[in-house]
C-alpha cells in the first residue's frame, strides 16, 4: 500500500510538473484577448494558474486523507461504518457517503465500553433491521458477504415483539481468497404493547336487577392492569333500583401504567312493573249472626299505577260490606284481590259468623201464698230454644226451690229465679208472701 501511495503521489507531482510548464508557455503568447473586466492580459492569466494549482492541491488532500476518515465513521440506526478490517491488504470497506448523523435513542440501554466503540444498529420490537455497507477490493475482484445470525444473507432481520435486547452480528466480506469481518452491535428496545379489553357487549337489564360487567383484559407484555369505570358504574357491578329506568353509558378503562385502551357500552335499563300490596286486613274476623262484616283494606302501588280492589265473593259488595244475620252462622273464605291491570296482590280473609244465641225463657211464675209452718215450693219451668243446657239458681230470701217456713216466719218476701244456658242468663223474681197462724194456749205443768 505504501508503494501504490508513493507512485500515485510521484505520478501527480510529475503532472503538475508538465502542467506548470505548459501555463508559462501559453503566457508568452501574444494572441490572448483582453479581458474588459480585469485591468491587462496578466491579472487574468494569473487567476487561472491559481485555480488549476488549487485543484491539484485538493485533488491531494482528498487522496491522502481518505484512510484516516474511513477509520473515524459511524453510522446509525440501519447505516453502519465499519470497523478497521483484517487482512486489509486484500478488501477494504469503504462506508457509504458520509451524511448528518442521527443520535439514537439508547433510553434504558446499558452499553458495555467495547459496545460503545461498535457501530451501531437500533430498532424498536416489530421494526426491520437493515445492515448496508460498501467494501471495495483494491485488486478490482468480486466481493461476497456473509451475516451472522440473526440477520438473513440479505444483512436485513424482520425483529417481533419479545425480541428486545442487543445482539453483536459480524457482517463478512470476501474476495474469494481474502476477507475482512466488521461486529456490529444491533440494538432492539423494547416496545410497549397497549392492553386488550375483550368480552364486552352492550347489555339490557330490569330495574332491581344487579349488573355485573365481567371484561378479560389481556396484556401482551404480561403487564399489570387497573380497570377502572366511569359514567353509569364506577365499579364492575351495580345494584340497579326501581327508579333507574333510561340508558346510560358506561366506560372501561385498562391501564398498564403506559398505555390506556377504554371500551364504552350502553346499559338500558327497563322499566318493572312491581304488584300493588294489600294490608290491614286481617287473617281471621269473627263474628255472630246479625253483626256487619265491613273489609276496608289498605293498598299501596310503589309505581303509583291505579290499582282497582276486588272482593272475590257473593256475601260482600263491591265496599266490602256483609250485613249478616240469623241464619248466616258458618265459616267463610273471602278472597281480597289489588290489581294494577298487570300484577295481581291477593289475600284471603277467614269469616267464621258465631251462631246468635237465644236465651232461656222464665214463664211467668205467679206469686205464693203459705201459712207458718207450710213449705214453700218453687218450680219455675224454663226452656232454651237452642237446646242448650239451662242452669236454674235462687237468691233473696230463698236459696233453693223449697224452704221450710216456722211460726215465726210470717211476712212477704222476695225471691229471683235466674237461668243461664252458659251464654244468657235471665232472671224473674217472685213474691212469697207468709200467713201468720195462731196457735191456741198451752199450760204449763
Not at 503538475?16 to 501555463?23: C, H, K
Amino acid at each position: 500500500m505504501e508503494y501504490r501511495r508513493c507512485m500515485g503521489v510521484c505520478s501527480l507531482a510529475v503532472v503538475l510538473s508538465l502542467l506548470i510548464v505548459a501555463l508559462l508557455a501559453a503566457g508568452c503568447q501574444p494572441t490572448r484577448k483582453a479581458n474588459p473586466n480585469t485591468t491587462g492580459y496578466g491579472e487574468k492569466y494569473d487567476d487561472d494558474v491559481e485555480k488549476s494549482l488549487q485543484d491539484l492541491e485538493k485533488t491531494l488532500s482528498n487522496d491522502t486523507s481518505n484512510e484516516t476518515a474511513d477509520s473515524n465513521r459511524t453510522l446509525l440506526n440501519d447505516t453502519v461504518s465499519p470497523l478497521p478490517t483484517k487482512n486489509t491488504s486484500a478488501v477494504s470497506v469503504t462506508p457509504p457517503p458520509a451524511a448528518t448523523p442521527v443520535v439514537p435513542d439508547l433510553t434504558g440501554v446499558e452499553l458495555t465500553e467495547t459496545e460503545r466503540k461498535m457501530p451501531l444498529v437500533v430498532v424498536n420490537e416489530g421494526e426491520l433491521v437493515k445492515v448496508s455497507l460498501t467494501a471495495t477490493d483494491p485488486d478490482g475482484d468480486q466481493l461476497t458477504y456473509t451475516y451472522s445470525n440473526p440477520l438473513n444473507s440479505k444483512g436485513q432481520w424482520q425483529t417481533t415483539f419479545g425480541d428486545a435486547g442487543k445482539y453483536t452480528v459480524q457482517i463478512k466480506a470476501s474476495d474469494g481468497k481474502s476477507e475482512s469481518s466488521l461486529n456490529v452491535l444491533v440494538v432492539v428496545k423494547a416496545v410497549n404493547r397497549e392492553p386488550k379489553i375483550l368480552g364486552l357487549t352492550d347489555l339490557s337489564v330490569f330495574e332491581g336487577d344487579v349488573i355485573k360487567l365481567t371484561p378479560t383484559v389481556i396484556d401482551p407484555d404480561h403487564d399489570n392492569v387497573t380497570i377502572t369505570y366511569e359514567g353509569f358504574m364506577d365499579s364492575n357491578t351495580k345494584q340497579t333500583t326501581y327508579t333507574d329506568a333510561g340508558v346510560y353509558k358506561v366506560t372501561i378503562k385498562a391501564s398498564d401504567g403506559k398505555a390506556t385502551v377504554q371500551q364504552t357500552i350502553t346499559i338500558t335499563v327497563l322499566n318493572k312493573n312491581r304488584p300493588p300490596e294489600l294490608s290491614n286486613l286481617p287473617a281471621v274476623l269473627t263474628i255472630t249472626e246479625g253483626d256487619l262484616v265491613k273489609l276496608q283494606p289498605q293498598v299501596f302501588d310503589p309505581d303509583n299505577d291505579p290499582v282497582t280492589v276486588s272482593f272475590l265473593s257473593n256475601l260482600l259488595n263491591q265496599n266490602g260490606e256483609w250485613q249478616t244475620k240469623r241464619g248466616d252462622a258458618g265459616t267463610y273464605t273471602i278472597k281480597v284481590k289489588a290489581s294494577d291491570g298487570q300484577l295481581v296482590d291477593s289475600k284471603d280473609v277467614e269469616i267464621i259468623v258465631k251462631i246468635l244465641n237465644n236465651a232461656p225463657v222464665i214463664q211467668s211464675m205467679a206469686d205464693v201464698v203459705v201459712k207458718e209452718g207450710e213449705t214453700v215450693h218453687l218450680n219455675p219451668i224454663v226452656s232454651d230454644k237452642d237446646g242448650d243446657t239451662v242452669t236454674v239458681s235462687y237468691s233473696g230470701w230463698m236459696t233453693a226451690a223449697d224452704k221450710q217456713t216456722d211460726y215465726d216466719s210470717a211476712g212477704t218476701y222476695t225471691v229471683t229465679v235466674t237461668a243461664t244456658d252458659g251464654k244468657d242468663t235471665v232472671s224473674q223474681n217472685v213474691k212469697v208472701t207468709v200467713e201468720n197462724v195462731n196457735r191456741p194456749p198451752v199450760f204449763t205443768p
